[in-house]
């Protein structure tokens, strides 16, 4: 049986009109996912994962000048043909996002528990006093202790990692089907990011949510995903399950992003390579494959023509010439058991 | 369906947004620019382009309205108590309303971003005075004291513009000496004094250049402020006296005649104000473009 | 960011408002006494050299400066400022005549400048981009691309010769006060409003104004609740550095324009009369209101600022 995809994106594609010309951030691109389901999207600043994910709540930064086409359906419906208002009851109601840098993203002058609470007024109706006890229950449910208290204190009162608990529990307030977690342990300690990755994952498990992680750390999301999409220039240039990505990658990319992971099994005189360049966005027209300039297996053909969608395996699609030729690039080596 | 710079298009989004980046909006960008540059042809050229004499008086074809026709021809915006064309004493304005807006600002600039500079980079003392005259002037109010200043020593154009400067040079100071600060600090500044070059080789060679953009931005902006102050004060008869002319002045000139001759006051006012906007148009252009504004 | 308490920087900007002010008595003295000659301007044209050099020693302007200064300044502490040359009385009380006409005026003007402004400012900020904003944006732009006097010309034109509304000259009762307060509102308005607006915007582009809306909150909500409490101390300094500005040059034009009998008004006549003590006496009285008001908007800030860090 062949479960309907919660969210089915379709040919998306986004573009900004800038001075230097038309930058298409997002190209074309297209994924599902499937109730329940964890999948993570990765790649560097610039790749157009954040946009994709901003286009499905079609939140652009104000004055933006952006045309976007495709489709988006989140439970059958088209979220970029609704009006803003019918946008607005899906925001936070029905899908949830948490951003990157919790301290920049609460309000920095409103009390925690009021910047829960005014979700949970506005999309349940809730009055006052019931939003408030809820919203104390949700900063218990993410671990924040004394929340009755607490609530009332403001952001700068708390350490990194509990605003970002914070975020999350505003996030999920109404219980929605679908979390959105854009980098949410970018800006946070190492030994914080493991408590906030188990918390989400906690939470999507209790709550039986979908789960799209995003992030530029491929260890961050093989801990929490299932399924990955890997994007470059605003492409996908491969997708598969995380275990196929890690040990079989079929793109340079992807493979050159698994040797950035350090692996404590590694031996310790074995350098970690980076990729060498920067991602240029992509301004005007653009032949051939887009990571063609960075790419340590390009060929002349690379450069001229866009390179096909090569199935590797079941579920596991690969967008490059390498693959179209059956070859695979080296990747990390992985111990029995690929423990990260 | 094909864009010779980005090979194939999408779909009809692309197209409307291509559109819009094409043409219209380099037209659009050229537009005051355009108008400036017309004000300062005007200015310079002025007498040649004129219909008539600014100063022929023609009694016979006094306080005509505009698209008048008299004796001697037809008149744009009609005609003063005296029978000038109006739009010919406007055009002879021009140059001096121009000048004095563009010496006075220039001026300022010079003494603010001196002082700017210095305050920036040396600290200190000068730091401190430099702020402390800043701050002073900028309490003061200012029209005052220049009624007093003319008053005292006499209205003329020399005046007008050793008294103008004032006005700006605080703004320019505060610009520079913040970004100054801020430029003191990077890397190729410091590589530049431990190589043994001197504070005012530095301040030329390495900071000046830098703070050059929003120096000229708000130069633009100030000039629109130089020209209104201007205004304001040959109009209340203690700037730019007769026979000089400016904008600010014909205005005083058609005042006692505003319930009868509404354009005497209406059109040099009017440009003014496009003169002004001109100016503010292009500042504005200029911070959208760099990112500093919207 | 600040290095000290509330308490501390009242009282170090108001000893820096009064070092402001000596500052600005020194200049008018110096202007006055030391530019210019009072013994001439206050002779009659056609006085002889000898007639003028005999005001000058009974003046005591043979004095070295800084004794004069000293003189002046001492009489200055007392009230003294001289008589008027014409009015035959004392130059302050001149002075503090028209004193509050000018305020009645400004302040009029500043609440209709600060409403619209601030009110369409912070509308088009939060709507940047809209219809709404295009609009007004041209409009307030063109607003302070005019001088105020002139905006006021153009109104009495239009009030004389076909409304016939309201007075355009003179105090004649609270109707005299509308067309200027107009006047002075439209181009300090049109001011705050593209300040406010810029400063709305930014605090549009900041994450937390995005988070806000992917909370599906309603416009309405957004601008009240979290946008207006953050801009909200830039908008109200804002209106007051304007009042500042009015009052260093538009405010004393418009009110030349309209015969308004305040300051501005009171400095003119007193310049075509070669009024000397009564020109020096409104510079330093309003110049010390200048100060005074930029004081207190620092202040104020300032002690805006310390309540929402405590907070």
């Known amino acids: ?340 | 369906m094909l864009d010779a710079r980005l090979g194939r298009i999408e779909d009809v989004e692309e197209a409307r947004a291509l559109a819009r980046q094409g043409t219209l909006s380099r037209a659009g960008d050229l537009f005051w620019p355009a108008v400036i540059v017309a004000l300062v042809l005007l200015a310079l050229t002025g007498d040649a382009l004129a219909p008539y004499s600014p100063t022929a008086q023609d009694v016979g074809a006094r306080l005509l309205p505009p698209f008048a026709t008299s004796g001697r021809g037809f008149h744009l915006l009609g005609t003063d108590p005296l029978g000038r064309d109006l739009l010919s004493t406007m055009i002879a304005g021009t140059r001096l309303s121009l000048f004095i807006g563009a010496t006075a600002t220039f001026i300022g600039l010079v003494i603010g971003v001196g002082l700017g500079m210095a305050a920036g980079y040396y600290g200190g003392a000068v730091d401190r005075l430099v702020m402390r005259l800043a701050e002073a002037q900028t309490a003061m109010p200012m029209f005052l004291v220049a009624i007093l200043f003319l008053v005292v020593l006499g209205p003329s154009v020399f005046n007008v513009i050793v008294l103008l400067p004032a006005l700006v040079w605080p703004a320019f100071a505060r610009l520079v000496r913040a970004e100054t600060l801020r430029l003191r600090e990077t890397l190729y500044v410091e590589a530049a004094v431990a190589t043994g070059c001197t504070g005012p080789q530095i301040l030329w060679a390495h900071i000046l250049p830098n703070v050059a953009p929003r120096v000229a931005v708000l130069t633009v902006i100030e000039v629109g402020h130089v020209m209104l102050a201007e205004a304001g004060l040959s109009f209340l008869g203690i700037g730019v006296q007769p026979p000089d002319v400016t904008w600010g002045l014909l205005i005083a000139r058609g005042r006692p005649y505003l319930a009868v001759a509404w354009w005497l006051v209406t059109m040099p006012g009017v440009l003014l104000g496009l003169a002004v906007l001109a100016f503010n148009m292009l500042a504005r252009r200029f911070e959208v473009a760099s990112g500093s504004a919207a | 960011m600040h290095a000290q308490s509330p308490g501390r920087f009242v009282v170090t900007r108001i000893r820096d408002g009064a070092g402001i002010l000596l500052l600005v008595t020194v200049v008018i003295f110096l202007l006055g006494y030391g530019l210019g000659d009072p013994a001439t301007l206050m002779s009659p044209v056609d006085a002889t050299p000898e007639q003028i050099e005999n005001l000058r020693r009974l003046l005591g302007l043979d004095r070295p400066l800084y004794v004069q200064f000293i003189d002046y300044f001492g009489h200055l502490l007392r009230g003294d400022f001289g008589e008027s040359l014409w009015q035959y009385r004392p130059a302050l009380p001149i002075v503090l005549e028209a004193l509050p006409f000018t305020l009645l005026l400004t302040a009029t003007a500043l609440v209709l400048a600060g409403l619209l402004g601030g009110i369409n400012g912070t509308l088009a900020g939060f709507w940047a981009g809209s219809r709404f904003d295009r609009a007004t944006n041209f409009l307030t732009v063109a607003a302070v691309s005019v001088p105020s006097f002139w905006v006021g010309l153009i109104l009495i034109a239009i009030a004389a010769v076909r409304i016939q509304l309201f007075p355009t000259s003179g105090f004649t009762g609270w109707q005299s006060l509308v067309l200027p307060a107009v006047t002075l509102a439209v181009v300090h308005g049109g001011r705050i409003h593209l300040l406010v607006r810029s400063a709305t915007f930014e605090e549009m582009t900041k994450p937390y104004a995005m988070v806000a809306r992917s909370k599906g909150l309603p416009d309405r909500l957004i601008l009240w609740k979290h946008v207006l409490r953050n801009t909200s101390v830039t908008v109200a300094t804002t209106i007051g550095w304007e009042y500042v500005r009015m009052l260093g040059g538009a405010a004393f034009a418009v009110e030349v324009v309209f015969a308004w009998p305040g300051v501005g008004q009171l400095m003119i006549n007193a310049a075509n009369r070669h009024d000397f003590p009564v020109l020096q006496c409104a510079v330093i009285v309003a110049g010390a209101f200048v100060v005074a008001t930029n004081a207190l908007v620092d202040i104020g800030y300032r002690l805006m600022d310390a309540r929402l860090r405590v907070a």
């Open chain 1, 1 to 340: 049986m062949i479960q309907e995809p919660l969210l089915d994106v379709r040919n998306l594609r986004v573009r900004f009109e800038t001075p230097r010309g038309l930058l298409r951030a997002v190209d074309g691109v297209s994924f599902s996912v499937a109730p329940r389901e964890t999948v993570g999207i990765v790649g560097e600043s610039g790749s157009g994962k954040s946009v994709t994910m901003l286009s499905v709540l079609r939140l652009f930064p104000p004055l933006a000048r952006v045309s976007v086409s495709g489709q988006v359906l989140f439970e059958g419906t088209d979220l970029l043909r609704l009006s803003e208002a019918e946008l607005r009851e899906v925001r936070g109601a029905k899908i949830g996002m948490v951003f990157q840098d919790p301290l920049t993203s609460l309000n920095p002058a409103l009390p925690v528990g009021e910047q829960i609470a005014e979700s949970l007024r506005t999309h349940r109706g809730l009055s006052r006093g019931a939003a408030r006890r809820r919203a104390e229950e949700l900063l218990e449910l993410v671990g924040i202790p004394d929340p009755g208290r607490r609530a009332d204190d403001l952001p700068y009162r708390f350490s990194g990692g509990m605003r970002q608990r914070i975020m999350i529990a505003i996030a999920i307030a109404c219980e929605p089907k679908l979390l959105i977690a854009d980098e949410p342990t970018s800006a946070l300690d190492v030994t914080v990011q493991a408590q906030v990755l188990v918390l989400l994952e906690r939470l999507q498990r209790e709550l039986g949510m979908s789960l799209i992680m995003i992030s530029h750390d491929l260890g961050v999301i093989a801990a929490t995903s299932r399924r990955v999409l890997v994007m470059y220039g605003g492409w996908i240039v491969e997708r598969g399950s995380v275990e196929e990505i890690l040990e079989r990658p079929g793109h340079p990319y992807s493979a050159a992003l698994t040797r950035l992971v350090p692996d404590l099994d590694q031996p310790r005189d074995e350098p970690l390579v980076p990729i060498p360049g920067q991602p240029t966005p992509v301004v005007g027209h653009m032949p051939g494959c887009r990571f063609a300039a960075r790419c340590g297996y390009a060929m002349d053909r690379c450069r001229e023509e866009t390179p096909p969608a090569v199935a590797l395996a079941t579920e596991h699609i690969s967008l490059c010439w390498l693959s179209a030729d059956g070859i695979r690039p080296a990747p990390a080596p992985t111990p029995a058991g690929g423990r990260r």
